[in-house]
């Protein structure tokens, strides 16, 4: 499904992969046995933080009416508890109801499952925690005289001062700096740190 | 439990829903609401298209969302069922349309149901039902009851319309008429398109671009007169423009309402025909311009073909050219007549008029780029600052008077062309040669131009400032069978009257043959025992035999869904103060004019009567897209039906002799055998994994 305004062709494959994703997120949370229990208590930090990322993104992409976007955050959501062994309850509960305006009838079956008796239709919609969903680290990018050089993840809070430091100890910059005289030092955290720089010492 | 199974899983908390009327609307006022609309689908006999899940899944998606926040939700579904196909089938093999139509709605409910959309069935409503035409046959006399008071910019009843005391003292007759003159539903003599292949009159609105009519396709549309009902929308445009301001609608819909209803202001004005001395007589023919500061530099005039004034402006020796050319114009669609790219075609009357500027007498023409539901339906041309007027100037040898030096945006080859004659601007300058004894515009630019010019006119008495829309009259009767019947009765001494609200619903009458006439009358005026009433005092009347069109029942569904099962009132007022506006409405674009401009314009009127507390009923309007298909076509660009088209590596052959085609995207059709059937979807993907 693309966006909703666009005119699209119909196209059978897009179907067949929507099927494959429920396929899984039933297997996922319900499984192939005939009973499927499930851990109570706290998540594991991923576990965690994409759940709260998936109810931030599924919210906002519903009012926005960009369904596919919304979808799209449910498959990450759903390879994360594929990836788990354990079923956690409070990330299964809150994948059926985010999938529920999309894929009513396996949300339901996922309800039942998880040992509700009424429908799902007014439950809750899950609220999420912002700080729950930052990214502890974050992606930056090196550069010298504008020229991308390197790319690397840092803890999100770095400083101006210790991101000027980690590009200089970097491998990839070094070459750069060695022959060459630094006119300027440009950092912003959390994004870039450049490098202004004439040949020669 | 084994392998995702979507049958069964589907199937069994679709039932669960069923049972439980899981999604009945809540009633609970205290509670935020929210209403979820779908354009609602006329139920044809092919079932549900592929691309109507689409947008009844979108709805669906923001209704379960809502209420896993709190929120009463309106969802609801319903079918606009009156139309022509039945009919057409009832033609055919005799079935009632009302048989076919039941048959169609419940394949699309079904069908709907299997989707697991969370509407709550028991706000259904039909179209054609007569508890609910009841109503819409009920507004139908609201609006015929309604004067559109312009000081007020307001629909009043017509029991307040002030009757002048010239129509008062000529009698009860004139009296009636003045207000026939002025109810917002009124018959009258209209000069409506005809399409001969469906036997009908069409809107407007109807008849395409490209002269076609947009129901059945064909060209056989033709101009005729004809009496006929209409809606007085044209003087609600300016309420229709500035509602568009408040509502959360995507630009390309509001830009297309802003051109339909076509707002420009601009002054009529007055010229005097010159007697065969050249001297002005006490006629005038009046024209609208949105240019008057132009006045100095007009040639020549244009009246249109269908202008009253045409057979008195035409002398003698040219009455043949224009009785022909006048004849040919009503052939053609407007759109036809007006392309600025189509060559100019026009003749002479033999008549002059006089330029209130200059004193000078120009000759008047009749010429078909002149519309008569424009404006006044003449114009004076200024071929030097008009481009079609300059391209009819060229064609026929007017002349040319450039009385505005183009401004600095004109390349200076141009620039000396104009000044010369040769060419047209169109655009901003300064006025030369723009003055008479008491009036100058030399100098000026158009802003202060217009102003000054308006303002001279308006002391002379030669005219004055005016707005104008392109918005008509809509053209409100249909001479079908199957359609909601116009509670009116036309009796023998000339009044009509509307139905009094007790004897609402007036039902379809039973027939037989639905075959409509060729001289234009419906089939009901076959129905001879249902046509023909008598009143308490002996006077014979006959029921009006036209039914309303489809646009009729779908102007107001969205407030019946409110109160569906009132027999009472078309809608408790509390409900709707709760309910409405509609939060968010979803359907095709192919909407964008017709549909939302009437339904706005009914809305307005039942607001303006206190019927609605609403000014517009739509807050939130959103498109989808058209789903398409791929279809295949061959070198010569015909196209080859899928089922005989093969695919390998990628490329496409055609079976039968091993020719490359090409893949191509077109609407999907049975003639190509690309039409995914909805259910055979479901079957084996199942509806959630459609609805994603």
């Known amino acids: 499904m693309g966006p909703l305004d666009a005119v699209k062709p119909w196209q059978t494959q897009g179907l067949e992969g929507m099927y494959r994703f429920l396929s899984r997120a039933f297997r996922a949370v319900i499984g ?111 550069q010298v005289n504008g020229k991308l050089r390197a790319k690397v993840s840092v803890p999100k809070d770095t400083s101006k001062e210790d991101l000027v430091k980690l590009a200089k100890e970097n491998d990839r910059i070094k070459v750069y700096l060695e022959n060459a005289t630094i006119v300027k030092e440009i950092a912003v955290p959390g994004k870039l740190v450049n490098f202004v720089v004439k040949p020669g010492k | ?217 064909t060209k056989e549309v033709e101009k005729r007169n004809l009496k006929q009902w209409l809606m007085r929308i044209s003087l609600y445009g300016d309420r229709l423009l500035k509602g568009l301001d408040s509502v959360d609608w995507p630009q390309g819909i509001k830009d297309m309402q802003r051109n339909w209803i076509g707002k420009s202001e601009g002054a009529e004005v007055d010229f005097a025909i010159a007697d065969k001395a050249g001297n002005a007589t006490s006629d005038k023919l009046r024209v609208y311009t949105t240019r008057p500061d132009t006045l100095f530099g007009a040639t020549y005039m244009v009246v249109a073909p269908e202008h009253k004034l045409v057979s008195a402006l035409t002398t003698p020796e040219n009455k043949a050219a224009v009785e022909a050319y006048v004849k040919a114009a009503a052939l053609k669609s407007d759109m036809d007549r007006t392309e600025l790219a189509k060559e100019k075609t026009g003749v002479f009357t033999g008549s002059y008029a006089i330029n209130p500027l200059t004193g000078t007498s120009i000759p008047v023409w009749v010429a078909d780029y002149v519309l008569t539901g424009y404006g006044t339906g003449a114009i004076m041309a200024v071929p030097a600052h008009d481009n079609r007027d300059f391209d009819f100037a060229q064609k026929f040898d007017l002349p040319v008077i450039c009385i505005m030096e183009p401004d600095a945006t004109c390349p200076a080859e141009t620039k000396a062309l104009v000044l010369d004659g040769k060419a047209c601007w169109p655009a901003d300058g300064k006025y030369i ?55 009116i009765i036309h009796w023998e001494d000339g009044e009509i009257t509307a139905l009094d609200d007790k004897e609402l619903p007036l039902l379809l009458p039973e027939m037989k043959e639905f075959k409509p006439g060729d001289g ?147 609407k999907m059709s049975k003639s190509l055998k690309n039409v995914v059937n909805p259910d055979d979807v479901v079957k084996q993907y199942g509806a959630d994994s459609l609805r994603l």
């Open chain 1, 32 to 142: 192939e046995e005939d009973t499927t229990t499930y851990m109570e208590g706290p998540l594991p930090e991923t576990l965690s933080k994409v759940m709260h990322q998936s109810i931030l993104k599924v919210t906002d992409s519903i009012e926005k009416l960009s369904f596919n976007t919304a979808i799209s955050q449910l498959m990450i959501f759903n390879n994360e508890l594929t990836k788990s062994e354990t079923r956690y309850r409070e990330a299964c509960e809150t994948f059926a109801k985010l999938l529920q305006p999309f894929a009513p009838h396996l949300a339901e079956e996922m309800w039942a499952r998880l040992g509700h008796d009424a429908s799902l239709a007014y439950a809750n919609w899950p609220s999420a925690d912002a700080k729950m969903a930052e990214e502890s680290s974050v992606e930056v990018v090196f």
């Open chain 2, 1 to 217: 439990m084994a392998k995702y199974n979507t049958q069964e899983i589907e199937t069994k908390w679709q039932a669960y829903w069923d049972a439980h009327k899981t999604f009945k609307t809540g009633a609970d006022q205290t509670k935020p609401k929210y209403y979820c609309l779908d354009m609602f689908p006329y139920p044809s006999g092919a079932g549900l298209h592929v691309g109507h899940p689409e947008g009844y899944t979108a709805t669906d998606i923001i209704c379960r969302y809502k209420r896993a926040n709190g929120f009463n939700v309106l969802h609801p579904m319903g079918w606009d069922a009156f139309g022509l196909p039945a009919e057409q089938y009832a033609i055919q093999t005799g079935t009632h349309p009302s048989i076919t139509t039941k048959k169609n709605c419940d394949t699309f409910r079904s069908q709907i149901k299997r989707l697991g959309l969370s509407y709550d069935w028991d706000k259904e409503i039909n179209t054609t039902d007569p508890k609910y035409y009841k109503w819409t046959q009920w507004i139908f006399i609201r609006l015929y009851n309604t004067w559109f008071d312009e000081t007020l910019q307001k629909g009043r009843p017509i029991s307040e319309l002030p009757i002048p005391q010239d129509v008062e003292a000529k009698g009860k007759v004139a009296v009636r008429e003045y207000r026939d003159s002025k109810r917002l539903a009124y018959y009258a003599d209209a000069h409506v398109w005809w399409c001969k292949h469906c036997k009908i009159v069409c809107a407007n609105e109807e008849v395409l671009a490209d002269g076609s009519h947009e129901k059945c396709g």
């Open chain 2, 433 to 487: 040669k723009s003055e008479n004894a008491t009036l100058s515009l030399n100098g000026l630019s158009k802003k202060d131009g217009l102003k000054k010019v308006v303002a001279w006119l308006e002391e002379k008495k030669f005219g004055k400032a005016t707005v104008n829309y392109k918005l008509r009259d809509w053209l409100f009767s249909r001479q079908r069978y199957w359609g909601e019947p116009f509670p």
């Open chain 2, 520 to 666: 234009g009358e419906s089939p009901l005026a076959n129905a001879t025992d249902w046509l023909n009433v008598v009143d308490k005092n002996g006077r014979k009347g006959r029921r009006e035999t036209n039914t309303m069109p489809q646009w009729a029942g779908s102007c107001w569904y969205y407030l019946r869904y409110i109160d569906s099962l009132n027999e009472k009132e078309f809608l408790n007022g509390n409900l709707e103060k709760y309910w409405m506006p509609v939060d968010l409405y979803v359907g095709g674009a192919e909407h964008a004019v017709l549909h939302l401009l009437y339904s706005r314009f009914w809305h307005k009127v039942l607001h303006d009567l206190g019927l609605v507390s609403t000014d517009e009923p739509f807050h939130k309007l959103f498109n989808q897209g058209m789903i398409l298909a791929y279809a295949y076509e061959d070198e010569a660009g015909s196209k080859v039906p899928t089922d005989e088209v093969e695919e390998k590596n990628g490329k496409f052959f055609r079976k039968s002799d091993g020719k490359e085609l090409k893949q191509i995207i077109a």
